[in-house]
């Protein structure tokens, strides 16, 4: 799940101070189930913009702000009712769906949100980082654990050396993964498979900007 973190209520009231009719918009997939821009958190911001003088029009929370026809169909089209009531929109959703929303309205959008990373949620209390969608996944060779993801120094051939007890040597709170994948991989009966090197990774796979065809396959 693609993750969010809210911007501080100051630094978002700060940006929206030169409007004065704002619309609202969060999204119910990544922003909602973080918890920093679902509907929950659309309305909480809304009360905090009034309380501050900003007149708020709407707050919706679409599920799926990156998805065009959530929120432009046209039976109920988002992007109509903001353009028609607002003269700009404080976006909750993740990056995607914040730009989308920009290339189709004409007014300016601001974001209340940082996206952070690709992660799973733990104990509905917080999401750990597991992919950067490097575009060349490589977790077939390595127990289904990402190293590009979880070593600091994405090294995809075994580990640094650095490790202390089992610690990252960047980051000690952590394990090192690579102990998780040792182990992982005695497990599966397939530790030999780790004395293979991984092919060099190809880099072109993530330059950026990329697009995915549905009807694409290597
Ligand atoms: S190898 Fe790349 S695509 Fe696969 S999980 Fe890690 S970061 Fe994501
Ligand atoms: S200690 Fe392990 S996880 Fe940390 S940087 Fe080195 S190889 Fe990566």
Not at 60 to 75: F, H, N, V, W
Request: charge should be positive; hydrophobic fraction near 35%.
């Amino acid at each position: 799940m693609v993750t969010v973190k809210l911007k501080p209520m100051f630094q978002i009231l700060e940006e929206l101070k030169p409007y004065s009719k704002v619309f609202v918009v969060g999204c119910q997939l990544g922003s909602g189930r973080c918890r920093n821009g679902g509907l929950r958190e659309a309305y909480k911001v809304a009360g905090y913009l009034e309380l501050h003088g900003i007149k708020v029009v709407g707050v919706k929370s679409p599920g799926g702000t990156c998805i065009l026809e959530k929120i432009d169909s046209p039976q109920k089209s988002l992007l109509r009712e903001i353009s028609e009531k607002a003269d700009a929109v404080l976006s909750l959703a993740c990056g995607a769906g914040t730009q989308l929303i920009a290339e189709n309205v004409s007014i300016p959008v601001k974001t209340g949100v940082t996206t952070l990373f690709i992660g799973v949620e733990r104990e509905r209390r917080y999401f750990d980082e597991y992919c950067i969608a490097c575009g060349d996944c490589v977790i077939s060779d390595t127990g289904g654990i990402c190293p590009v993801a979880r070593c600091p120094k994405s090294l995809v051939n075994g580990p640094c050396g650095g490790a202390i007890a089992g610690k990252c040597e960047v980051d000690p709170s952590v394990p090192c993964i690579w102990f998780k994948i040792s182990q992982r991989m005695e497990e599966l009966g397939e530790l030999d498979r780790l004395r293979e090197s991984v092919p060099a990774r190809d880099h072109s796979r993530s330059v950026y900007p990329r697009r995915l065809h549905l009807e694409e396959r290597d």
